[in-house]
Nanobody
Framework: DVQLQASGEAWCRLGGSLTLSCVFS????????IGWLRQAPGKEREGVSC????????YYADSVKGRFTISSDNAKNTVYLQMNSLKPEDTAVYYC??????????????????WGQGTQVTVSS
């Protein structure tokens, strides 16, 4: 069975840092990209970042570029999202998900096939 399990700290103040982890199983990471997506209250779900193990490429939404870093530890089947300089507008439920690798630079929300449960991140001002 495919599983993605997201976890990480839940709260921090403006300007703080948090790290989210996504442990995955049941599929070959080489055939997929793993992404982090988020959904704030009243807003649509949006892609934040994704990483491919096939070519090592990464993608960042403009809103997080320079502040967030995605990485993977293939031996541990884990993808991380290091979030620095957090802002209140980063408050959202964060999801990790897997999309079939097509060579694209960016994947839409609809292209993600498997999802983990969300984890709430709250940034207080």
């Amino acid at each position: 069975d495919v599983q993605l399990q997201a976890s990480g700290e839940a709260w921090c103040r403006l300007g703080g840092s948090l790290t989210l982890s996504c442990v995955f199983s049941g599929f070959n990471f080489g055939d997929y990209v793993i992404g982090w997506l988020r959904q704030a209250p009243g807003k649509e779900r949006e892609g934040v970042s994704c990483i491919s193990s096939s070519d090592g490429s990464t993608y960042y939404a403009d809103s997080v570029k320079g502040r967030f870093t995605i990485s993977s530890d293939n031996a541990k089947n884990t993808v991380y999202l290091q979030m620095n300089s957090l802002k209140p507008e980063d408050t959202a439920v964060y999801y990790c998900a897997a999309a079939y690798y097509s060579g694209s630079y960016h994947y839409s929300v609809a292209e993600y096939d498997w999802w983990g449960q969300g984890t709430q991140v709250t940034v207080s001002s």
